[in-house]
Nanobody, 115 residues
Framework: QVQLVESGGGLVQAGGSLRLSCVGA????????MGWYRQGPGKQRDLVAG???????FYADSVKGRFTISRTNAGNTVYLQMNSLKDEETTVYYCNTAPNPSQYWGQGTQVTVSS
């Protein structure tokens, strides 16, 4: 099973926080570098944060200092803590391998930030 399941999205006021979760099959994703992506209307799907099997992290400039990516010791659950959210960050968030995503995308989780 290669499915990735994202959750944790919702409606939040600008400046608020959300924590996203992503669970994937352990035998596939436990040692992969994983990332969170987002895709706004009419835009390409961009990588916003990533984490290696060893725990090294990387972030898009736009989210540095506000978002934190982490993963469980088992490796197949990845989180994205999002603080100080902005209304322009309203979109669907996905997880996948990073920096090169696989062809297997989950359904994503909708984040809506109200101003």
């Amino acid at each position: 099973q290669v499915q990735l399941v994202e959750s944790g999205g919702g409606l939040v006021q600008a400046g608020g926080s959300l924590r996203l979760s992503c669970v994937g099959a352990r035998n596939i994703y436990a040692i992969a570098t994983m990332g969170w992506y987002r895709q706004g209307p009419g835009k390409q799907r961009d990588l916003v944060a990533g984490i290696t099997f060893g725990g090294s992290t990387f972030y898009a400039d736009s989210v540095k200092g506000r978002f934190t990516i982490s993963r469980t010791n088992a490796g197949n659950t990845v989180y994205l803590q999002m603080n100080s959210l902005k209304d322009e960050e309203t979109t669907v968030y996905y997880c996948n391998t990073a920096p090169n995503p696989s062809q297997y995308w989950g359904q994503g989780t909708q984040v809506t930030v109200s101003s």
